[in-house]
């Protein structure tokens, strides 16, 4: 008798755990689904924008086309079918870089009207550049990408911006013009 109670109760309990197996298997194969679907939306996502963000990054100043080389490359070679994760990775990056550019001053060096030349980047709004043999100008974007205006009289305030910024004056305000528009408009 002793031993079919015991029986009874390991019968019992292997009936609870049965029970307690099918539902936890349930919710792991409930869960594996969500992330299937997660990852096909994900992938779905990167398809319908790698073409859109590759020709906004044709755009990018020089510069910034440098410093988002990795992403940009990633996202080139990045093939439907692959893993989502990847693609978002490097759209993000170039979003991201992008943002932090757009954020800050930057210089560089890069050749106008067959000169090298200093150039400023402020963000991506405006740029200016100017060498030490009189000629300036200024660069903004349009719809084929940046657009460089040579404009000499804005040597002398560029200039002087970049002894500023080399610390080889003190700092004073620096004028120079700026005229924000659409793109597009």
């Known amino acids: 008798r002793r031993e079919l109670e015991l029986l009874g109760e390991e019968l019992e309990m292997a009936g609870d755990s049965a029970e307690g197996y099918d539902a936890r298997k349930r ?46 490359i990633a996202l080139e070679s990045w093939e439907s079918g692959d893993e989502a994760r990847n693609g978002l990775q490097a759209i993000l990056g170039l979003v991201t870089k992008a943002e932090q550019f757009n954020r800050r001053i930057t210089r560089s060096t890069e050749e106008r009207e067959g000169r090298e030349v200093e150039v400023l980047y402020l963000g991506l709004a ?60």
Do not use: C, Q
């Not at 404009?151 to 910024?165: C, I, Q, S, W, Y």
């Open 126 to 185: 405006r740029a200016y550049y100017a060498d030490r043999s009189g000629n300036a100008g200024f660069g903004e974007p349009g719809k084929a990408g940046w657009v460089w205006t040579s404009k000499p009289d804005l040597n002398a305030e560029v200039v002087k911006a970049f002894d500023e910024l080399n610390k080889k004056r003190p700092p004073e305000l620096v004028e120079l013009p700026v005229k924000i528009k659409a793109v597009g408009r």
């Open 27 to 72: 919710e792991a194969e409930a869960e594996l689904e969500r992330l299937k679907t997660a990852r096909r939306v994900a992938g779905e996502a990167v398809v319908r924008n790698k073409d859109r963000m590759l020709a906004l990054a044709t755009f990018f100043p020089k510069p910034l086309a440098k410093e988002s080389e990795v992403e940009r």
